[in-house]
């Protein structure tokens, strides 16, 4: 039997991109012939389930795998600190004797500690989500333990070419680089006859309007601020856009679009109204700027629903990856809303380029994007 131990920052009910990846995976190797286990640090987190408290250490089960959740004391420039994690990290390394680690980056504190376990040998999976981009800082204090690091990994994983090949360690990855692209639920997209005929219904609250909607946290990277600019561009075109999600930038972003009555805020959205909204609409807008869009699953999940996008080029990130330029969508210079624009009024103004894009989009996303093509890759690199 083998035994598989992974390392992210957090785990549900924590929700972010990579504790997403990091569940997937423990779902895919939930077999009789694996165990496994999970360290991570403890987030402020809940759902029906589970109520995580960040200063707590506990131990939990999620999907059947335990979960080591350190807590922390404090939080310096995204990066947790914990008092406990060494020694949790330790004896898990200790007791559990994992043959393969799946160490998620960036993650340099836990880093820090994995590296100075030389006790036992095992099997090291460096998944390279993103670079350190934003603090300056960190990216020189740990260039160092970087480069450690990837020389100590068997193989560096990345959800895309782009991942690995525009990584500013590119260089240090040599002939280590695996491409393992992020999944989407299915399951979760599967719609009811009563979401089908809602989805209808919020169409048809619009009238002769083409609907583009976009769904994800009101943060700088996001870019709904060029979104709304454009939309401003445009002038009062037969176009309604509809805006899901809400975050730290919701009322300054709501102050910009006053007075554009074609930009309508719809707040949080739960799965079931996620997926009437992605059924309903026509264009799935998807406007990040930068790297911290390491892949983007819910541009992924609007092309299940053969919706085409509209994205930025983002140098590093998988967005261009799964959206790609005059296949599945269009692609537009970076945080240029005059580009955004016309992009939108392209597809706006032909419905058959909109169903050409859409089929080629789902297309795409079922070839490469579903769970048992992630099974697979999986299985191959544990294997």
Same mark, same amino acid.
């Given at each position: ?6 390392? +992210? ?30 360290? #991570? ?30 807590? #922390? ?37 836990? %880093? ?40 100590? %990994?068997?193989?560096?994983?990345? %959800?895309? +070419? ?18 393992? +692209? ?37 943060? +700088? ?63 799935? #807008? ?98």
């Amino acid at each position: 039997m083998s035994k598989v131990l992974q390392i +992210p920052n957090y785990q549900y009910p924590h929700i972010g991109g990579i504790e997403q990846v990091s569940r997937d995976i423990a779902r895919v190797l939930n077999t009789e012939e694996i165990e496994q286990k999970i360290i #991570c640090f403890n987030e402020d987190a809940q759902d029906e389930e589970y109520i995580c408290r960040r200063r707590e250490t506990t131990h939990d089960m999620v999907d059947g795998v335990e979960v080591i959740r350190c807590g #922390c004391f404090a939080k310096v420039a995204s990066q947790s600190l914990s008092l406990t994690y060494f020694g949790e990290l330790r004896r898990v390394m200790d007791d559990f004797k994992p043959d393969i680690v799946v160490f998620h980056y960036p993650n340099p504190f836990a %880093a820090f500690l994995l590296m100075r376990y030389k006790k036992r040998d095992f099997k090291l999976l460096l998944y390279w989500h993103l670079d350190i981009t934003k603090q300056k800082l960190l990216r020189k204090i740990f260039h160092k333990q970087n480069l450690a690091l990837i020389k100590r %990994a068997d193989y560096i994983l990345g %959800a895309t +070419p782009k991942h690995l090949n525009e990584s500013k360690y590119s260089s240090y990855f040599g002939t280590k680089k695996k491409i393992l +692209p992020y999944m989407i639920n299915e399951e979760n997209l599967q719609l009811s006859p009563d979401e089908i005929k809602n989805a209808e219904q919020l169409h048809e609250k619009y009238p002769g309007k083409v609907l583009c909607f976009f769904i994800g946290r009101h943060v +700088p990277y996001k870019g709904l601020k060029y979104l709304i600019e454009a939309s401003k561009i445009l002038g009062n075109k037969n176009i309604q856009f509809l805006i899901g999600g809400s975050g730290e930038l919701t009322d300054e972003l709501k102050r910009q679009a006053s007075g554009d009555e074609k930009i309508e805020f719809v707040g949080r959205l739960n799965d079931s109204e996620k997926r009437i909204y992605l059924y309903a609409c026509d264009i799935f #807008c998807f406007p990040s700027v930068t790297r911290n869009e390491a892949f983007g699953l819910a541009l992924a999940e609007a092309m299940y629903f053969g919706k085409p996008a509209i994205t930025f080029t983002i140098p590093g990130s998988g967005v261009n990856y799964v959206n790609l330029n005059e296949v599945t969508g269009i692609e537009c210079p970076n945080s240029d809303a005059k580009a955004y624009a016309k992009a939108i009024r392209m597809l706006v103004d032909n419905p058959q380029m909109r169903e050409k894009y859409g089929k080629n989009g789902r297309s795409r996303v079922i070839e490469y994007f579903l769970f048992d093509r992630f099974k697979r890759n999986v299985q191959e690199l544990i294997n």
